[in-house]
């Protein structure tokens, strides 16, 4: 069992920025892939970024690329996205997932491959 819990959302102008952290409890931490994504008002949930178990890979959606950082410390269990150059349609709800026995070092970008789930962070970006 994995319990996830997001911070860090906020307000920010345009062109702000914010890091989101992920703290997962339970032991599996270490050996899941993880990943962040976000949904807005009246959208379906999207991929924002991912981390492969070990941290050694990364990838993330065309729309946050360059702007947008994934990482990860096994230390603390957390995973965290940092937000750079936020733009208004950056707004929305992140949420941050585990898949647990992941294979090798694959990124996940689908929603259905994830196991766990946290509660989700208001991210709101003014123009």
């Known amino acids: 069992q994995v319990q996830l819990v997001e911070s860090g959302g906020g307000l920010v102008q345009a062109g702000g920025s914010l890091r989101l952290s992920c703290v997962a409890s339970g032991r599996t931490f270490g050996s899941s892939a993880m990943g962040w994504f976000r949904q807005g008002s009246g959208k379906e949930r999207e991929f924002v970024a991912a981390?492969?178990?070990?941290?050694?890979?990364?990838d993330y959606a065309d729309s946050v690329n360059g702007r947008f950082t994934i990482s990860s410390d096994n230390t603390k269990s957390t995973v965290y996205l940092q937000m750079n150059s936020l733009k208004p349609d950056d707004t929305a709800v992140y949420y941050c997932?585990?898949?647990?026995?992941?294979?090798?070092?694959?990124?996940?970008?689908?929603?259905?491959?994830?196991?766990?789930w946290g509660q989700g962070t208001q991210v709101t970006v003014s123009s």
């Open positions: 997932a585990a898949k647990t026995n992941p294979i090798n070092t694959r990124i996940y970008y689908q929603i259905a491959s994830y196991d766990y």
């Open positions: 981390i492969s178990w070990g941290g050694r890979r990364t």
